[in-house]
């Protein structure tokens, strides 16, 4: 065999123990975090049943009360809530209370807002 055959084989037996080691890897991580894994899943299907009987119609304001906020400088949408209620958010369940704003994030998630702390982040916005 010449040399650059020798050369060209010692690269393709690399190659395979590479191949071979993360497989290998796949397998451990699969074996030894299986149980974690399915057990944040069944966490978050938990979670995420809590708020099955939510009406829509409790968290979602018409049209008509929603305005445009800028916070500076992001422009959001938020209403002003004459009610109590919870808001399932990302960080958990927050409780919006009589006189909060109601912010719609960019990724559409809601979330109460204090309205001395909402006015200390937006202005409103005319003509958006």
Aim: hydrophobic share 35%.
């Amino acid at each position: 065999m010449n040399s650059a055959n020798q050369f060209l084989q010692a690269i393709k037996n690399k190659k395979a123990l590479l191949k071979k080691k993360r497989d290998e890897s796949i397998a451990y991580i699969e074996a030894h975090y299986r149980e974690d894994i399915a057990a944040l899943d069944k966490e978050e299907k938990e979670w995420l049943e809590q708020f099955d009987d939510v009406p829509v119609e409790d968290i979602y304001e018409s049209d008509s009360k929603v305005k445009k906020y800028r916070k500076k400088p992001i422009v959001i949408e938020a209403y002003r809530t004459d009610k109590e209620f919870d808001i399932p958010t990302p960080e958990g369940v927050m409780k919006a209370s009589v006189g909060d704003y109601i912010i719609t994030g960019v990724s559409g998630e809601q979330y109460p807002c204090k309205p001395d702390i909402f006015w200390e982040s937006y202005e409103e916005v005319d003509g958006l």
